[in-house]
């Protein structure tokens, strides 16, 4: 999977150790092992931190215990992840080294768990230090994490409009973070140094949003005791970001439009006009251009706006960044000192099934109930509310249960070693191809059949048959390697059900 990263294995119980080892090599991975006495001379051989993937950490019997060496662990990579071995995190331990533990396992692990936790410290080892909140800038990328098509067309977007005053539409469903991207833009402008001054047209009243918005005069109206400057007075330099620019009046929207024409202005009650020099940044969740059609939204003043449009996704159509947003949202957790939790595979998968109606404010909410509900705890799909839960209890537990072997066949049951002998890492390669081509050939070549049927990722099993040199057809599979032709694999006195070698 990771062919060029180790894994620092550090257990002082030399059996576990010694299993786990067994473990890793059957998964190709990369890993150093070691006792917690000598874990820092095989650090060191590294020569880099950046080298590793993750710890995995086990028993600890040198002084001071785990909480010690997770610290020295933080002094010498900040970054670096840890998966506890047959313990969790005790809620006694300062924030910090919390957050350090990515993953609690079971000794010894269930497949899928350790993989899908692999796979976590790899998204978790590719984020950069400012978007986990342990930089001391400001970190404003907090609806614009993530790695998918998406949400990668939005940052390259805004790269683009930062650095001119075009006006920007920004649209998007209800809590997709419109505003959390318009001061992304605002702060990455030349601008960035004057006002960013938000204005949401849908929560002032009708007839007091012009005044709110562009200041009026002594005696302009009923209760009107003094002069009063608008929400464009105060952002000019600046930016003002017009949210829900949708329910703005009529008459409001002419006004608007001379500003973004001729850059003038007058406040309500005075007839001497006032320049003002401002980036317009609007955001609506409803359908402008149907408005427009409608007679509700002005044809000219929507042009005018929608110079530079960009989409915000909703949360279902970036599904994938679904776990660097948890990871996001724990840290700022931790950083608000609101405690800490850890959700589990199976409800990360449940919660990649949801439809999240509300977005990215749906599942901060969320986020925020199970730390109060489960505090310091590890959130199962047990633990998530009803309408969260698309994943069966079975299914849960199979993820989560009962060790390595419980995921597979009793290895005892189907191998004898052989008199002579045998290379074991070419065995455990024969047999991975082996279950690998029973899995494809009882699916028909689909390779996300195959892949649940053996319990990994789809990706994973991608991987795995390249290195085999088994390549796909779009009806199937193809074995193109030679020495993967018929009869070439040899199984030493192995018997798999149902398998030929």
Known sequence: MWRDIKILLIDDDCGRRRDMSVILDFLDEQYLACASADWRGQAESLGSSRELLCVLLGTVETQGGTLRLIRALRDWDETLPVLLLGRHPSPDWPKEARRQVLASLEAPPSYNKLLDSLHRAQVYRTIPVQERGLSREPNL?????????????????????????ACVLLQGESGTGKEVVARNLHYHSRRRDAPFVPFNCSAIATELLESELFGHEKGAFSGALGSHAGRLELAHGGVLFLEEIDAMPLPGQARLLRVLKEGLFERLGSTRSQSVDVRIIAASHKNLEAMVEEGSFREDLYYRLSVFPIEVPALRERVED????????????????????RFNSAAIMSLCRHDWPGNLRELANLVERMSIMHPYGVIGVQELPKKYRHIEGEDEQGDEGGGFEASMPDPASLALLPPEGLDLKDYLAALEQALIQQALDDSAGVVARAAERLRIRRTTLVEKMRKYGMSRREDGYDQTAPERAAGSVHCPAVALPGAEC
């Open 141 to 165: 990328f907090r609806s614009l994490v993530g790695t998918s098509r998406a949400i990668q067309q939005v940052r390259q977007l805004l790269q683009q409009v930062a650095d001119t005053d």
């Open 322 to 341: 679904l776990p660097l947003l948890l990871i996001e949202l724990i840290a700022r957790l931790e950083h608000d000192k609101l405690g800490s939790i």
